[in-house]
């Protein structure tokens, strides 16, 4: 019986499990992976005490960091069931059954998917989700990014000095994201901006040999060797089904990051908090355990 269970170790459930560790509270930590989308991250410029880091340095500071207090981890660990029965929250994986007295869930997002014809077939096999693991794969080829928000962009800045060039493919009419990383985008002579575009198809044989594309009413194939699907995430939130959440499927949270359920938490990008930023996701991880603290010592 531990007093809480974190379900996630990304920059929420990491700094979850600093602040309970500090508490001195019974808790376990259960996750499929440590880092979370900050790992497969590129260039973190805006995180406060560091100018520039990586998302793998950074994720490696926070993982020592969580290493240091001896903290129970179970990693590799997908949980598939949350539920609260009576006063006890029961959290079931893939290997086993916890309990524990409240729950915080820190499960962050995942890459969303185009759903084409073609991008099962060819999923690792030219066509990838992430450009911080995949790009020195694709040197001196002709790739393509498919979307228009910061994530392709932070794409298209790592395959700058890889690619041999780039198809940057936006489905609406003007890019979005950091308007310093798209001025650096739009600036580069190796980029091809095609807004107004979308993606129909992945072609190929073994491996990616193209893609086809509608523009204009118009389809026309462009021959590559590499996709990298930049379209956004999806909460990863599908496990929770009796907690409250909005259109997107993220988690609804209030000011304590308190479900609609007593006793579990949610923290980061899993819930309906603006902004999708590690430094904030921190930030409501380590109010998401003070805020466990506070519930646990007003129950008997």
């Known amino acids: 019986?531990?007093?809480?269970?974190?379900?996630?170790?990304?920059?929420?459930?990491?700094?979850?499990?600093?602040?309970?560790?500090?508490?001195?509270?019974?808790?376990?930590v259960i996750t499929k992976d440590i880092g979370g989308q900050a790992a497969i991250s590129g260039a973190v410029e805006n995180y406060t005490g560091y100018q520039f880091i990586s998302g793998p340095?950074?994720?490696?500071?926070?993982?020592?960091?969580?290493?240091?207090?001896?903290i129970e981890v179970k990693e590799n660990e997908e949980v598939r069931e949350v539920r609260k029965i009576e006063d006890l929250v029961l959290v079931k994986t893939h290997k086993g059954i916890y309990q524990a007295k409240t729950a915080i869930i820190a499960s962050g997002k995942k890459?969303?998917?185009?759903?084409?014809?073609?991008?099962?077939?060819?999923k690792n096999r030219g066509l990838t989700y992430c450009a911080t693991c995949d790009a020195p794969l694709f040197a001196g080829k002709e790739v393509a990014v498919i979307g228009g928000g910061n994530s392709a962009l932070d794409a298209v800045?790592?395959?700058?000095?890889?690619?041999?060039?780039?198809?940057?493919?936006?489905?609406?009419?003007?890019?979005?994201?950091?308007?310093?990383?798209?001025?650096?985008?739009?600036?580069?002579?190796?980029?091809?901006?095609?807004?107004?575009?979308?993606?129909?198809?992945i072609l190929g044989d073994k491996m990616v040999t193209g893609i086809k594309i509608k523009r204009e009413g118009k389809e026309e194939a462009i021959p590559l060797q590499g996709v990298f699907v930049e379209i956004g995430l999806t909460p990863n939130s599908e496990f929770a089904k009796d907690v409250e959440k909005n259109q997107f499927g993220e988690i609804k949270v209030n000011s304590y990051n308190e479900t609609?359920?007593?006793?579990?938490?949610?923290?980061?990008?899993?819930?309906?908090?603006?902004?999708?930023?590690?430094i904030i996701a921190c930030g409501e991880g380590a109010k998401a355990a003070l805020n466990v603290f506070r519930y646990l010592s007003t129950k008997k």
Do not use: C, W
Request: charged share 25%; no cysteine; hydrophobic share 40%.
């Open 111 to 122: 890459s969303r998917e185009l759903n084409i014809p073609g991008e099962k077939e060819f």
């Open 1 to 28: 019986m531990y007093d809480l269970i974190i379900i996630g170790a990304g920059p929420a459930g990491i700094t979850a499990a600093v602040y309970a560790a500090r508490k001195r509270m019974s808790f376990l």
């Open 260 to 278: 609609n359920i007593p006793g579990i938490f949610a923290s980061g990008d899993v819930t309906d908090v603006p902004e999708k930023q590690i």
């Open 157 to 201: 800045l790592q395959l700058l000095k890889i690619a041999k060039r780039i198809y940057l493919i936006n489905i609406t009419s003007s890019l979005g994201g950091d308007p310093i990383m798209r001025e650096k985008v739009e600036e580069s002579k190796v980029v091809t901006i095609l807004n107004n575009t979308q993606v129909t198809a």
């Open 57 to 70: 340095e950074l994720t490696a500071k926070f993982e020592e960091h969580l290493r240091g207090f001896g």
